[in-house]
């Protein structure tokens, strides 16, 4: 079963404006990892982020938890045409090995 | 550091036939990972290895799935034999262990059923 659900479905923007997508999650977790998947490849890590953490950078990415919410955005700032691409959340819990539930997904097109 | 091999990229079989899917992990990560991504769908893990070990195949449908990582290096995913509903992508992952941590993911094998 899917444990996460990424919003919007899908979202179209102009090269240089900013792209934020949103997962909400069940159950406790404690940690949650950013995914993203070019067409007809394999995912690619992003950022993972603990329990314990509120906000996480890497280059323009962002990354924010808020556990009590049980949900999560992830910002690509200054959006480029190589960043369109499917983006998956992906949550983890405590004693399960790094077992990872994915959402699922949030199909982001960047136009010229 | 080379990335996690797949092989092969593309399958076409007929129902009830069966299929062999390979995976070869990062080298040195002990925790390795078979998923099952249906089209518009994120992925749903299938079994998980730590070395040759099962840790998790709560959602491997054993009637018609197995899988197996001798030596706690390379695994393959067979299915026999197989349903329209098995036509998906199945991507193989890898880390280093079973801490919170990147996963890292091939390119998958890509399995039609007629």
């Known amino acids: 079963s899917q444990q996460g659900e990424e919003d919007p479905q899908a979202l179209s923007i102009q090269e240089g404006e900013n792209a934020t997508m949103n997962c909400s999650y069940k159950?406790?977790?404690?940690?949650l990892q950013w995914y993203r998947q070019n067409s007809g490849r394999g995912l690619v890590h992003l950022i993972l982020i603990r329990s314990n953490e509120r906000e996480k950078h890497s280059g323009r990415l962002r990354v924010t938890l808020d556990t009590s919410k049980k949900s999560s955005s992830l910002l690509i700032t200054a959006s480029r045409a190589a960043d369109t691409a499917s983006y998956f959340c992906a949550t983890g819990f405590t004693g399960g090995g790094n077992k990872l539930t994915f959402g699922t997904g949030t199909q982001l097109k960047v136009e010229l | 550091e080379a990335g996690v091999a797949q092989s092969p990229r593309y399958k076409i079989i007929e129902k009830r036939q069966s299929v062999a899917f390979w995976c070869n992990p990062i080298s040195g990560h002990a925790t390795l990972y078979w998923y099952q991504q249906i089209l518009g769908q994120g992925p749903k893990l299938l079994i998980q290895?730590?070395?040759?070990?099962?840790?998790?195949d709560s959602q491997l449908p054993k009637d018609r799935f197995s899988a197996e990582r001798l030596k706690g290096v390379d695994s393959t995913l067979k299915i026999q034999p197989a349903k329209l509903e098995d036509s998906a992508v199945y991507l193989c992952?890898?880390?280093?262990?079973?801490?919170?941590?990147?996963?890292?993911f091939g390119d998958g094998t890509r399995l039609s059923i007629l």
């Open positions: 159950t406790s977790i404690n940690n």
């Open positions: 290895f730590q070395n040759n070990g099962v840790v998790d």
């Open positions: 992952a890898s880390s280093a262990d079973r801490g919170a941590q990147p996963q890292h």
